[in-house]
């Protein structure tokens, strides 16, 4: 299939591109011709990306540390003004606990890397944006970031946390003609997810495999989803033709509701 290169000479950074939708994402937009700074901790997984696709340059980094921005877009402002931002980075829900066990070290963690990086990335990213009268964010927030969970006080409060950041960063750079949008992604097979229904099947005494099996049959199409066609939304939001899009949390879960 022909990929239209409506990206071409626009500079990306996605965050969790070592793995998962990032990287998905990292990939297709690279194929419609935006240079990529794919971020991630992982160094063997995102030379690897970057040796599949051209157009992707890795770039290590702890997004629990502060201090990643300041590293990312020093590495970002040697290939030119980067005017697109995924973050798509994230701890996952299945290591937290009920809220009378949870604790503050394990909240603030998931903040960290959940909520706390996408702002500060949002800061960095806004002057550019502003001097390119230009630009897009895309936010992966979750179904979880819409409707709440027993036992995830911590992913979902991230979650519902990066829409209300999207609604009035929305705000902020619309007037530069730029857009921001988040994506509420539903069960997608990843690595993450993977850890996740190996959790479940153990608290429940079943096979990771059951687990999956019920996960599909919950959703309209009997499936889950694939990153790819949770990254396809985020590059379409990334493109000139998403422009008429801002503010909007859009739910990509194949009918289903979780």
């Not at 240079?35 to 040796?51: I, K, M, P, Q």
């Not at 036992?151 to 979902?156: E, H, I, L, N």
């Not at 009035?168 to 993977?194: L, Q, Y």
């Not at 066609?229 to 801002?246: R, Y």
Request: contains cysteine; proline residues 4%.
């Amino acid at each position: 299939m022909t990929v239209a290169r409506d990206l071409d000479g626009r500079l990306a950074i996605v965050t969790g591109a070592s793995s998962g939708i990032g990287r998905s994402v990292a990939m297709q937009l690279a194929r419609r011709g935006a240079r990529v700074v794919a971020v991630g901790r992982n160094r063997a997984r995102l030379e690897e990306l970057a040796a599949l696709q051209d157009g992707i340059v890795p770039q290590i980094a702890d997004l629990a540390d502060p201090g990643s921005t300041d590293l990312v877009f020093d590495a970002a402002s040697r290939l030119g003004a980067a005017t697109i931002l995924v973050c798509a980075a994230g701890l996952p829900g299945f290591t937290d606990r009920p809220i009378a066990s949870q604790s503050f070290e394990a909240w603030r963690a998931t903040m960290a890397v959940n909520l706390d990086s996408p702002f500060l990335m949002t800061r960095a990213i806004a002057p550019l944006i502003g001097a390119a009268q230009w630009g897009r964010i895309v936010y992966v927030s979750s179904t979880a970031g819409q409707v709440g969970a027993p036992s995830m006080t911590a992913y979902c409060a991230s979650k519902h946390g990066l829409i209300g950041l999207m609604r009035s960063v929305a705000c902020d750079i619309g007037v530069h003609g730029a857009t921001a949008n988040a994506v509420c992604p539903g069960w997608v097979r990843t690595g993450m997810a993977e850890n996740d229904a190996l959790w479940e099947a153990e608290q429940k005494g079943v096979s990771p495999e059951e687990i999956w099996r019920l996960r599909d049959a919950s959703y309209p199409r009997g499936r889950v989803l694939t990153a790819d066609e949770v990254a396809q939304t985020i590059s379409f939001l990334a493109s000139d033709s998403a422009a008429g899009i801002n503010g909007e949390a859009v739910t990509v879960a194949l009918g289903g509701l979780w």
